[in-house]
C-alpha cells in the first residue's frame, strides 16, 4: 500500500475549515433566536449536534478520526440539512437534491468499506472475507441506509405534512440511483485497494491514513489484504 501523506499542513486547513463550518452553524443559530424562527433555530441546533458526532465517537471508542473523514462528514450535514432544508436550496437548485444523494453514496460507501474491512483485520474476529466482499459490503451498506432515509422522508410528509419528498416515488427512485451511483464508486475503488493496494487513489490515501492513526484495530497495522 502508498504510504500515507503523513498529517501536517493540509491537517490544518481540515480542521480550520470544519471549524468554520460549525462556526457559520452557531452564526445562525443565533440569528434564528433573535429572529423568533424557532423551528429554524431548534433544526440549526440538531445539525450542530451532529457535526459533533464524529468527535463524541473518536472519544468514546477510543479512535483517531482523520480530519479529511471529519470535514467530509460536516461538509455533508452543513450542505444537506442546512443548505438544503434550512436555506431551502432543495427548491433553489434542482440539481441540489441529486448532488448529495451522490455525496450520501460516497460517504457511506466510506463509512460501510472502513466498518467491514476493521473487522476484516481484527485479530481477536475469526472472519477472512474476500476484497469482492468486502467492496459488496460498502455498496450495500451504502444503499440501505439510503433506502433508511427514503423511509424517513415519507414518515415525514406523511405524519407533519412536509415536502421532503418533493415528486415523490420518481424523487424516491432517482434518489436511490444517485446514492447508488457514489456507493458503486467507492465499491470499485476499495476492491481496487484490497486487490492491488498500489493505485495511489484518494480512497487508498484515506484508509491508509485511518490505518496509521488506529494501529491497534488492524493486525501488525497495515491494512492491505490480498
Known amino acids: 500500500m502508498t504510504e500515507p501523506k503523513p498529517p501536517g499542513r493540509d491537517s490544518r486547513i481540515h480542521r480550520s475549515l470544519t471549524v468554520t463550518l460549525q462556526g457559520i452553524l452557531v452564526v445562525g443559530l443565533v440569528l434564528a433566536v433573535l429572529q423568533n424562527r424557532w423551528l429554524v433555530a431548534a433544526t440549526t441546533g440538531a445539525i450542530i449536534t451532529l457535526t459533533l458526532i464524529p468527535v463524541l465517537l473518536s472519544r468514546r471508542f477510543d479512535l483517531c478520526i482523520p480530519p479529511e473523514f471529519e470535514l467530509l462528514a460536516v461538509v455533508f450535514l452543513y450542505a444537506s440539512l442546512f443548505l438544503g432544508e434550512v436555506r431551502g436550496y432543495y427548491i433553489r437548485f434542482w440539481w441540489w437534491d441529486a448532488l448529495l444523494h451522490t455525496g450520501s453514496g460516497f460517504l457511506l460507501g466510506i463509512v460501510g468499506f472502513l466498518l467491514v474491512h476493521v473487522l476484516n483485520e481484527k485479530e481477536d ?55 447508488g451511483v457514489g456507493a458503486l464508486v467507492i465499491a470499485l475503488l476499495g476492491w481496487g485497494y484490497l486487490r492491488t493496494a498500489g493505485t495511489d487513489s484518494f480512497l487508498e490515501q484515506w484508509i491508509g491514513r485511518f490505518v496509521a492513526s488506529n494501529p491497534r484495530l488492524f493486525k501488525g497495522g497495515s491494512g492491505g489484504s490480498s
Open 125 to 179: 474476529i475469526e472472519l477472512d472475507m474476500k476484497p469482492g466482499f468486502v467492496a459488496f459490503f460498502a455498496f450495500m451498506f451504502a444503499m440501505g441506509m439510503g433506502a433508511i432515509w427514503e423511509i424517513f422522508e415519507f414518515a415525514m410528509d406523511w405524519g407533519f405534512g412536509l415536502n421532503m419528498q418533493k415528486s415523490g416515488l420518481v424523487d424516491t427512485m432517482w434518489d436511490l440511483i444517485v446514492d
